[in-house]
Nanobody
């Protein structure tokens, strides 16, 4: 069973940066991808970025393209995925989750992910 542990959230002013980390214990490549998804206050969860871990292909939501970068670091025992967030805006305020266990082509579809972490809060003030 995979376990996902996020860290790196916090409060920043608009224009600032944060780097989120997700350590995936027990991850296997048949889970295909690890994604970052977020849930803004009062809204549904939405896909932000995803990386297919076997080849490194990445996908981004239009709202974060050019500002956010997803990357990975693999060891023999763990897979870690990072989300570098630059030029943050108040509308980026949300609980951010990493998730895995998704079919090919469903990488930004929050409803398609099977396994989720507990989330880390990001708050951007204007």
């Amino acid at each position: 069973q995979v376990q996902l542990v996020e860290s790196g959230g916090g409060s920043v002013e608009a224009g600032g940066s944060l780097r989120l980390s997700c350590v995936a214990y027990g991850y296997t490549y048949d889970m295909h991808a690890i994604g970052w998804l977020r849930q803004p206050p009062g809204k549904e969860r939405e896909g932000v970025a995803a990386i297919y871990t076997s080849g490194g292909t990445t996908f981004y939501a239009d709202s974060v393209e050019g500002r956010f970068t997803i990357s990975q670091d693999n060891t023999k025992t763990t897979t870690t995925v990072f989300l570098q967030m630059n030029d943050l805006k108040p509308e980026d305020t949300a609980m951010y989750y990493c998730a895995t266990g998704v079919d090919w082509g469903e990488d930004l579809n929050a409803a398609a992910y099977q396994y989720w972490g507990q989330g880390t809060q990001v708050t951007v003030s204007s």
